[in-house]
């Protein structure tokens, strides 16, 4: 048997390799090999060397959307996983219509972002009308305005995780726990949390690679005004690339930077959480 | 037995990864008919050079969204009549350049593409034929009109357009017959520098609610994507006078196109017609971020506004508004004043953003095929009725007869100040912008003008700043 699967290892991966090598691979390669060029399309590309990447850090754009993303991210990643919990805490318990409930806090995730972008910056600039000024009066605006519509996008999604997780808690740790006169509380600190420590890990990183990527809800909603102290990192890549004369080698080079941040991130979580759920287990 | 089962197996195998293979490239060409007609990039090479002679299928990429449709239907009496398919694909407004860069990359590459003046062209000079020895160059009536580097022709200007402040003139006919208004003027021919123009603004707008009318001039639009009638439109106005001022340029535009810096000499005059814009408008100030053009042409479709700046292209906005209340004979334009000695004899903008250029990366049979439909289009009975009569383009070739005119009421009105005496054009400098980001950063810096998070200075040093780093990339 074990001889068989070796022989035709290869054989059953091909198809899948070859998809994932023509859509992901060499487009990801061609990408990293044209942040060291200058062009206009990937067909006349020039070798400049490390320049991109000079420019891209001497670029003050480049380092507040940076420190834009970033507080994004950490308002996001608390808010949305702080009230997904509560709402799955909640909406496990023997309520009435809690299906109801789910289904209608999971659906603005099948939204489009663009679409919630407009909606959004429409409902916000309904509000902000009575106080005479618009989502663009200040970036503070922007920020919690990104917030609002991240948490009301994401949490539905994180939610169903941890519903799924708690339901899968065996009820006679529970009921022990009760028997030995337990609180609530106690219930949730020393049970609950602990086992559920898998499903965290995957929330936060979702959060945080959704939030560091967002693109589309940021054009929509803000497009960076005022002055494009609300942009995001993705957007300001977008910018670089398509809006500067000669930035698309720029605009590349960005855009590697970005994908290696992200994705040391998104490492250094995995590791972190992994070790506390063999801790708890 | 066994080495069946492997070439049964093998070919399933074949049979799947072609599958996948065939999956991926179906998803890279969107549009489903050049799929059909040409399945894959191999036979494209191919093909190409199979049919040296005759292209049957051209790939032109539109610049403006308003009048796709109108070029869907030139190009299915074009293929009627020549049997030659030309594929339109309109740009969603604001992204011509993404798309065309990520369009010109394919196999299918457009073949008719627009470069928007002497800066696009720098971007795009690998991709431009020379068109000097074309048909369609011979008809220009103005050759200098066209994008030249050296000996060659590269752009080829096809539509002159007009901007200035729209005004409605059944309105401010009724001011003039106000009893207690506080001007002397009793016609718009009066009107012929800034002082005056903003002496009657501002009684207008003090004689609103007996005017029936919001305020004097529309909404100035700064929301993101939006600000361009600000930012490129008049901005031109004191950058034209900065340029003009430079000595040792032939004209304006060159001196602009040799400019590594700006002073934003004429910054004040652009203030006053700006402040002029946004103090007497029909929405406040700071409102002014969430405004949108279309928001402003239909203030001015519905008489809620008298004024508004914009160019001859906005005629088919303001009658598609529903609801429109003004009269095709009262729309007139007014040239933008910004209180230089010059404003007297100064006409409206009269210039072009929108050149053609033909792909120099097709094969030889397409790039005729491409000419060879541009001059249909602009010679040919059927291809001028359309231009003049849907496109309404005032279009810069001798192919055109006197009376093949364009009808819409603005157009004509360029016309008229174009022919009036004495009265000089102001060309369209923006062309030399530095780049799109310098227009934002303009329009940005504009937003937060009106929402009084910065001075006035600070706008023009962000102006100024931004110019030269712009420029500086381009080197």
């Known amino acids: ?281 | 037995m066994i080495k069946k089962k492997k070439i049964t197996s093998l070919l399933l195998i074949f049979v799947m990864a072609f599958m996948v293979f065939s999956a991926c490239q179906s998803q890279q060409v969107p549009d489903s008919d050049s799929t059909n007609q040409e399945s894959s990039s191999e036979s494209d090479s191919s093909k190409d050079v199979a049919k040296e002679e005759k292209a049957d299928q051209i790939y032109f990429l539109n610049f403006k969204p308003e009048i796709a449709e109108i070029y869907d239907k030139i190009a299915a009496d074009y293929e009627e009549e020549t049997g030659v398919k030309v594929k339109v694909v309109t740009a969603a407004s604001g992204t011509y350049e993404q798309t065309l860069k990520s369009e010109i990359a394919k196999s299918d590459p457009p073949t008719i593409f627009q470069v928007n003046g002497p800066i696009g062209y720098q971007t795009w000079k690998e991709y431009c034929l020379d068109l000097k020895d074309t048909k369609l160059y011979s008809f220009l009536t103005d050759p200098s009109l066209a994008i030249t580097s050296g000996d060659g022709v590269y752009g080829m200007p096809y539509v002159v357009e007009g901007y200035g402040i729209i005004y409605n003139n059944a309105i401010v006919e009724k001011y003039f017959a106000l009893t207690d208004r506080g001007t002397e003027f009793n016609s718009m021919n009066e009107i012929n520098n800034f002082d005056k123009l903003k002496a009657l603004v501002e009684d207008m707008q003090a004689h609103k609610d007996e005017l029936g009318i919001e305020g004097v001039f529309a909404s100035t639009s700064l929301s993101p994507g939006e600000a361009w009638r600000w930012e490129t439109h008049l901005a031109n106005m004191p950058f034209y006078y900065e340029f003009k001022d430079k000595e040792g340029y032939d004209d304006s535009i060159l001196a602009g196109l040799a400019s590594e810096e700006i002073e934003f000499k004429y910054n004040q005059n652009y203030k006053k017609i700006f402040d002029l814009y946004i103090n007497n408008s029909c929405t406040e100030k700071a409102m002014l971020g969430g405004k949108s053009v279309n928001d402003s042409m239909a203030e001015f479709a519905l008489g809620k506004v008298a004024m508004v700046q914009n160019g001859n292209w906005a005629w088919a906005q303001i009658k598609g508004v529903e609801g429109n209340v003004v009269d095709e004979k009262d729309i007139k334009f007014l040239p933008i004043y910004i209180g230089v000695e010059e404003d007297e004899s100064q006409g409206i903008c009269v210039g072009t953003e929108n050149y053609f250029a033909i792909n120099s990366k097709v094969s030889e049979a397409k790039q005729k095929a491409s000419i060879e439909f541009l001059e249909w289009l602009f010679s040919s009975e059927k291809g001028k009725d359309y231009v003049v009569n849907e496109l309404g383009f005032i279009a810069p070739f001798n192919t055109f007869e006197e009376d093949e005119k364009p009808e819409d009421p603005l157009a004509r009105e360029v016309l008229n100040w174009m022919e009036k005496d004495g009265m000089k054009s102001v060309p369209w400098v923006f062309a030399v912008f530095p780049s799109q980001n310098f227009k934002n950063t303009f329009a940005d810096a504009l937003l937060e003008y009106v929402q009084d998070n910065i001075q006035w200075e600070e706008v023009v040093e962000r102006v100024i700043e931004s110019w030269k780093v712009e420029k500086a990339k381009g080197e």
């Not at chain 1, 994705?263 to 070790?275: D, E, P």
């Open chain 1, 1 to 281: 048997m074990n001889k068989y699967m070796c022989k035709y290892f290869i054989i059953f991966v091909l198809p899948t390799l070859t998809a994932f090598l023509l859509s992901f691979l060499i487009p990801f390669i061609l990408g990293v090999l044209l942040s060291f060029t200058e062009f206009t399309s990937i067909i006349d590309a020039k070798w400049v060397g490390i320049n991109n990447y000079v420019e891209a850090f001497s670029n003050r754009e480049f380092v507040n959307a940076l420190k834009f993303t970033v507080k994004i991210a950490i308002v996001t990643v608390i808010t949305v996983n702080f009230f997904a919990l509560v709402l799955a805490l909640l909406l496990t318990r023997q309520l009435k219509g809690r299906n109801i409930f789910r289904a209608i806090f999971f659906m603005p995730n099948l939204i489009g972002g663009i679409v919630l972008g407009y909606v959004w910056q429409l409902i916000i600039n309904g509000v902000l009308y009575k106080f005479g000024v618009t989502l663009s009066y200040k970036p503070e605006y922007g920020f919690w305005g990104l917030v609002l519509l991240m948490n009301w996008q994401m949490i539905g999604y994180m939610m169903v995780i941890y519903i799924a997780a708690i339901q899968n808690i065996p009820n006679t740790l529970i009921e022990a726990a009760e028997i030995d006169g337990a609180n609530w509380f106690q219930i949730l600190t020393n049970i609950k949390l602990p086992t559920i420590t898998p499903s965290i890990t995957i929330c936060l990183f979702l959060t945080m690679s959704n939030a560091f990527k967002n693109f589309d809800s940021n054009l929509a909603l803000t497009a960076g005004a005022p002055s494009r102290k609300t942009a995001m990192l993705a957007l300001d890549i977008y910018n670089t690339f398509y809006n500067t004369l000669n930035g698309e080698g720029v605009g590349q080079a960005k855009a590697v930077v970005f994908f290696i941040i992200v994705s040391a991130i998104a490492f250094l979580q995995l590791k972190l959480t992994r070790r506390k759920e063999v801790d708890s287990l």
